[in-house]
């Protein structure tokens, strides 16, 4: 009752009468809550897509009985269908395909038993067409195939058309005998799916006698685990048991570093908004304290006071949360499909059709929001309260330079810096298995150093002041004299001010080098790895993520030996296996061929134990990655699941390979066909002999095989730029969530600046009054700003380094390897220190403009 | 005041077997069992023609052989004659017991004889509006329960309406058949999930072929969709007596040749 | 109605040890107009600070209506600053947001008592003080003395023990700093005790007791002839 008196009677008047500076707070918090809105609005929805495709594509099955990625025999699905408690266990071919003619669209193929397949999964087959859709006819061609409605509008095909594909087998033509609606399957892959029969796709795509998949629904009454165990004893060992969800998990576990790094810049613009927060508070209370004297005076208790700034945070920070999560949901759908596009190219499929936002999740977040203001106006509310009466009313000079430079800070400082280091020690020393290797604590470091550094800005800023005072008074005259005494003695408002830069900059800097270092690495590892010529594949090699190339079979080698001007030419297959529940890139080339010519970065062991262990032996190698993480070292035994059953493989060297950040395996195309029979090829890398013209000799390939397929020859130099054009693509989105948090921090740096315009009143009065120009007024600010700036840039730089370098040590290096070495971006440095500087000085530009305009009169006799 | 008693009591027992000539609606069943038995043992060819909302219809033609196997199994072949594209696709049933049977389906480009799941028989056969049960002999009379509802004229025909409920699950809930009276086969039928009538035929044109009363047009609608089929018989015989090697899967393969 | 035994405050300042007062005694009994008096430091606002809980002794005791107002927590303080004593302030000190009648009933919001109740008396305060029609107006749109009388409404809205007023008329022209002196004056002889710092002789002259303090001890004490009580 009492602080809602409070509230109503003075609060309110402050907000009616005090807009601009509200919201100039408003639009910090609203910033910051809407970044990290947005950030995990993006990354439910692409999640979500994934989840919704799966769910739909699973439908009502309880477990999903998968082999190796080459499929398994159709037998299996009868043994199956003879376990107690089974309802219904239906066959799966699940294969990516290219529209040919026309466009090029990718399109999943799911092949299913159209006689009983409903019993698992919905279909709603379009009747509003006046040709009837057969089921008899569907069912009795092999040609016959049913694409979404939505495909269908976009392609302009109507039923009984006939449309071509490319698939394993070549090009095939297959005949539209209806309409899907869209709902269950048809949904997924954002309509671009078609169906077939099951026995019809295996014909299609060379599949014979072998299914992808088996859904298992289960008689009511019968559990998981045992229903699992009985399935289990009616196959051979190797195939793995799952549920759908055990399926998301896989690609939740994919995206989780995606999602990672994201909370981390997420995580740090909500500091810098708290910076921000603490900035607009403290201003308050500096500006309000005559009136907090009064109230005092006439009795208000120091909690009331405190109480009432504390209230108003909550109020106008929800407010501003609220606003926040508005804007939040703004940028997410302006950010979706660019997020979309990167996890595409670096992990999976994702077509993201619609934002998931649930009000909930946004409140909790606009919680967030309210509660890390709270925190950050704690200070100075309590602050608010300790202002005696007595010198409030008597408006007695203020200053806080007690409070923040005192011992306690620099030891709090040190403390923080040590803890920091202690933390950081501690996560590089623990086991990969220890939960103490994780994002939070790694993060939990970042904060604290953060923290540790902010403190010791007052007393980097005095030494920074003190350093540059000749420098200033020599070169800018009175003003920049005058600026360098203002910043000493509001030493601790501006201390902030250059922590809140310093945070943004820290920032920038930080992911701008991490960022590099990533793109150095990878770019380096890139023109180590790809050194064919020409690369043949029949869809275009980076089109979208997962394996949506259709793979060719492994005969065409020959053909394409045949080819005048081809050196050579090396088979490249990939697929995934399950090693330890996860999911683990297995890739496959002729490895006694690649050694010729393609220097590989080896980290552990050496060439000749590759070209002496690897071709057609049980040898494989690991990358950095899957060595780390599995602790597995040359020599050591490793067990992976092949059709046939687990086998062993030997490790003989570890590797450098960023092609999947969550592990990979090279093997020898001899073994590879040895145990999987999978006689297909993803990849033709094709070099060409030393006088020949390599478009010449990818002409002559395009032409020898355009009849049957239709195929991709791209120039090794091309698909180097492509690929560097991928991962460029990926960062597109950090570097926009960087823009965000500098822009913050240039709110900052107003307000700080506003305000210590507005409380020196009097003061630049006075100095008008014995005759300082308004210019040079305007310059004193000015420089005071940039000061402000140009300290927080170089400090924020420095602790960008730091941060990065903790950031590739502590997540990059684990997953990536070692391999990965920290670069400098000095260009993106130089280019925040200008930012902040040009930032900062054009921050100072309204306040130096509201200097110069003082009223002399009015200032002198204000009180 | 007797008289009024005796025209109460009267339209009170209307709804008893009494009123129906003293039989139950088992007993109607009963007999529709036995013609069905009799009708077994034949070759029929059709012509079944599917006929959409919008005016649009195809036609296809096929031979129906079946035969009784013992007092209660019975064997069904039917073989697509025309369209040329599904000439030769067949479908199979073997029936061990009234409720006990195997389906199969058989397609000549794929090669492949494909299992029929039996909860899928009240599904359309081939696409037609049918169901493959529709195909089937007759059913076991123990799995459903019988009720009379009324006795009706039908076009002309004295029938029962009687009110049929399945024991066991089945994709409809009940249907109701009007069984014309000493013919002792279905006139008209209704089939309702619950309350809503879904699918609805009727029987008519029947001529006595070897003793037998033989429905010559069957028309099938599905009410939801406004989908018809019609299935016209060109000739039946019975009494056709075919070997067992007419009913295996190898036969099944080649068309019943 | 007050009462300060061997009060005395010392503070540093700038490392130095500065005493603004050293042992005060002195009684004020009700319905006195007590003229405090001296040159600028003397410790004149120290002294009415004391008396009014916006300070505290570093020596000695002060009571109020035999409350004591040393050794005692903040928040008792402060209510004691809310609900015993009325100031009045050289600057006015009025809140520049709030109209004329939401000054006057502020200490009365402080105590959570809401608006709508206070509203009444705020207004018959300011009619009192001859501002009936100034009931909405916010202090920017009132004249130095009309600013003061909203005070001097302000500070007896919670029918306080004392009236403290430091150099009330500070500010003032000496047309209105009679009128506010006038109006002090009327409300003591309604029996109110009041307290009031002043340079001005003349001043001092409408009270019923003058004490003149020198370098932060008491110099004189003069009761005037016409004493009320």
Not at chain 1, 145 to 151: H, V
Not at chain 1, 704 to 717: D, I, M, P, T, V
Not at chain 3, 214 to 221: H, M, V
Request: some cysteine; proline content about 4%.
């Amino acid at each position: 009752m009492k602080l809602l008196n409070l509230l109503r009677h003075i609060s309110l008047k402050h907000v009616r009468l005090q807009k601009a500076q509200l919201i100039m707070a408003v639009s910090g918090i609203c910033l910051g809550v809407a970044v990290m809105v947005s950030i995990d609005i993006v990354n439910r929805s692409v999640l979500r897509s994934f989840e919704d495709s799966i769910n739909q594509i699973t439908g009502r099955a309880a477990l999903q009985i998968t082999g190796t990625d080459s499929g398994f025999p159709e037998e299996m699905l009868d043994r199956v269908q003879g376990v107690a408690g089974v309802e219904y266990a239906v066959p799966v071919i699940e294969t990516n395909a290219n529209f040919s003619g026309g466009k090029e669209r990718a399109l999943m193929i799911l092949g299913i038993d159209v006689l009983q397949d409903h019993k698992i999964r919905d279909y709603s087959i379009t009747d509003e067409s006046a040709d009837i859709p057969d089921p008899l006819f569907f069912l009795a061609k092999r040609d016959s195939i049913l694409l979404t409605r939505s495909m269908a509008e976009q392609e302009g095909i109507k039923i009984d058309d006939e449309i071509k594909v490319q698939t394993v087998v070549g090009i095939k033509t297959f005949k539209v005998r209806g309409l899907l609606n869209p709902e269950g399957p048809a949904r997924v892959a954002g309509g671009d799916i078609a169906v077939m029969d099951v026995y019809a796709a295996q014909m299609a795509f060379g599949k014979e006698g072998r299914i992808d998949r088996i859904d298992v629904s289960f008689l009511p009454g019968e559990n998981y685990d045992t229903m699992q165990e009985r399935i289990a004893k009616v196959l051979p060992e190797g195939y793995n048991i799952d549920t759908p969800a055990g399926r998301t998990k896989q690609v939740e576990v994919l995206l989780g570093h995606f999602r990672n790094i994201m909370d981390l810049i997420g995580g740090m613009s909500l500091f810098v908004g708290m910076y921000l927060i603490y900035n607009a508070v403290s201003i308050a209370v500096v500006q309000r304290r005559k009136e907090i004297g009064i109230l005092r005076a006439l009795g208000a208790a120091k909690s009331q006071v405190a109480g009432m700034f504390l209230a108003e945070t909550v109020i106008v920070s929800a407010i501003a949360s609220l606003l926040g999560v508005c804007l939040g949901l703004v940028f997410a759908k302006a950010a979706i499909g660019l997020v979309a596009q990167s996890v595409t190219d670096m992990y999976v499929k994702a077509s993201v059709a619609e934002i998931s936002f649930s009000w909930s999740a946004g409140i909790g977040k606009a919680g967030i929001g309210v509660l890390a203001s709270l925190v950050a106006a704690a200070i100075p509310s309590l602050a608010s309260a300790r202002i005696s009466p007595v010198s409030a009313i008597r408006s007695l000079p203020y200053t806080d330079n007690g409070f923040l430079s005192g011992k306690g800070i620099k030891i709090a400082s040190i403390l923080c810096c040590l803890l920091a280091v202690v933390i950081i020690v501690v996560y590089k020393i623990a086991p990969t298995t220890s939960p103490v290797k994780s994002l939070g604590v790694i993060s939990s470091a970042v904060i604290v150093l953060l923290i540790g550094i902010s403190l010791a800005t007052p007393m980097l800023l005095g030494r920074a002041v003190s350093l540059s005072h000749g420098f200033l008074a020599f070169s800018l005259g009175t003003s920049g004299k005058l600026a360098g005494l203002n910043l000493q003695k509001n030493m601790a408002r501006n201390s902030v001010a250059v922590a809140a830069i310093l945070c943004s900059i820290a920032l920038f800097v930080s992911s701008a080098n991490t960022v590099h270092s990533l793109r150095r690495s990878m770019f380096d590892w890139i023109d180590s790895i790809i050194r064919a010529d020409i690369l043949v594949s029949s869809g275009h090699p980076l089109a979208t993520g997962g394996s949506p190339v259709i793979p060719m079979p492994g005969e065409m080698l020959t053909e394409i030996e045949k080819i005048p001007g081809v050196l050579s030419v090396e088979p490249f297959r990939k697929g995934y296996l399950t090693y330890n529940g996860k999911k683990v890139l297995l890739e496959v080339f002729d490895v006694a061929l690649r050694m010729e010519y393609c220097p590989t970065m080896i980290t552990q062991g050496n060439r000749e134990d590759m070209r002496q262990l690897l071709p057609d032996q049980d040898n494989i190698v690991v990358n950095e990655g899957f060595a780390t993480k599995y602790q597995v070292a040359p020599g050591d035994y490793l067990v992976l699941p092949t059709p046939l059953g687990p086998k062993h493989f030997g490790v003989a060297a570890v590797i450098v390979s960023y092609t999947s950040d969550s592990g990979c395996i090279w093997m020898d195309v001899n073994t590879y066909r040895r145990h999987w029979h999978d006689p297909l090829v993803d990849t033709f890398e094709v070099l060409v002999q030393p006088k020949a013209d390599i478009d010449t000799v990818r002409q002559a390939i395009l032409k020898r095989f355009g009849q049957e397929r239709k195929l991709f020859a791209l120039s090794g130099a091309a698909f180097k730029v492509e690929v560097r054009k991928m991962l460029d693509r990926s960062f597109v989105l950090t570097n926009a969530v960087n823009i965000i948090a500098l822009g913050i921090a240039g709110f900052g740096i107003i307000v700080t600046l506003l305000a210590s315009v507005l409380e020196r009143t009097r003061e630049i009065g006075i100095l008008r009054a014995i005759g300082m120009k308004k210019g040079e007024v305007a310059r004193m600010v000015i420089i005071e700003s940039m000061l402000i700036g140009v300290v927080g840039g170089v400090l924020g730089s420095a602790t960008g380094v730091l941060i990065g370098w903790i950031e590739l040590e502590g997540v990059f290096r684990l997953d990536l390897g070692s391999s990965i070495t920290y670069h400098v971006h000095y260009a993106a440095m130089a280019g925040a220190l200008l930012l902040a500087s040009c930032l900062s000085a054009l921050a100072g530009l309204y306040p130096a403009r509201r200097a110069a305009k003082t009223n002399i009169v009015e200032a002198l006799t204000y009180e | 005041m007797n008289r009024w008693l005796f025209i109460m009591l009267a339209t009170l027992l209307s709804g008893t077997p009494a009123a129906h000539g003293g039989m139950t609606g088992r007993e109607v069943y009963a007999k529709v069992h036995e013609v069905r038995i009799r009708s077994l043992d034949r070759q029929t060819e059709a012509t079944m023609t599917l006929l959409d909302k919008g005016g649009g219809t195809r036609s296809r033609s096929l031979v129906e052989y079946s035969k009784a196997a013992g007092s209660d199994a019975y064997q069904v072949l039917v073989v697509f004659k025309t369209p040329a594209d599904l000439k030769d696709v067949g479908f199979l049933i073997h029936a061990r017991t009234f409720s006990d049977r195997d389906l199969w389906a058989y397609f000549p480009e794929l090669k492949r004889i494909r299992r029929i799941p039996t909860s899928s028989q009240d599904d359309s056969f081939f696409g037609s509006d049918f169901s493959y049960d529709d195909f089937g002999g007759p059913p076991n009379l123990d799995d459903y329960s019988f009720t009379i509802l009324r006795d009706e004229v039908l076009d002309g025909t004295p029938c029962h309406v009687i009110e049929v409920t399945p024991k066991v699950r089945r994709k409809w809930s009940r249907y109701v058949a009007w069984v014309a009276k000493g013919q002792w086969i279905h006139r008209k039928i209704e089939y309702y999930r619950d309350k809503e009538l879904y699918r609805a035929g009727t029987f008519s044109d029947v001529r006595i072929v070897d003793d037998i009363p033989t429905p010559f047009t069957m028309k099938m609608e599905n009410i939801p969709t406004g989908h018809k089929t019609d299935l016209v018989i060109n000739s039946i015989r019975y009494h056709t007596s075919f070997p067992d090697e007419l009913f295996t899967q190898r036969a099944l393969e080649r068309a019943g040749k | 109605m007050i009462e300060l035994k061997n009060a005395g405050k010392q503070y540093r300042q700038g490392g130095r040890e500065i005493v603004a007062l050293r042992d005060i005694s002195l009684h004020i009994g009700q319905g006195e107009f007590l003229s405090i008096m001296g040159p600028s430091g003397s410790g004149k606002s120290t002294l009415l600070n004391l008396m009014g809980g916006l300070d505290q002794p570093t020596s000695g005791e002060v009571f109020i209506n035999n409350r004591p107002l040393h050794n005692i927590s903040d928040n008792e303080l402060t209510l004691i600053r809310r609900r015993h004593v009325g100031y009045i302030f050289q600057f006015f000190n009025l809140l520049p947001l709030l109209t004329a009648a939401e000054n006057v009933g502020l200490p009365l919001l402080l105590d959570g008592i809401p608006f709508s109740k206070i509203k009444p008396m705020a207004v018959a305060l300011l009619e009192k003080v001859g501002l009936g029609q100034r009931i909405e107006h916010r202090p920017e749109q009132l004249s130095g003395g009309e600013m003061q009388r909203v005070a001097i409404a302000r500070a007896l809205i919670t029918t306080p023990a004392v009236i403290l007023a430091d150099e009330p008329t500070g500010n003032l022209d000496s047309h209105t700093s009679e009128e506010i002196f006038l109006l002090l004056k009327a409300l003591n002889d309604q029996g109110q005790t009041i307290v009031m710092v002043t340079h001005d002789s003349k001043a001092a002259a409408y009270g019923t007791r003058i004490i003149t303090l020198k370098d932060g001890a008491l110099a004189e004490d003069i009761a005037l002839g016409e004493c009320a009580s």
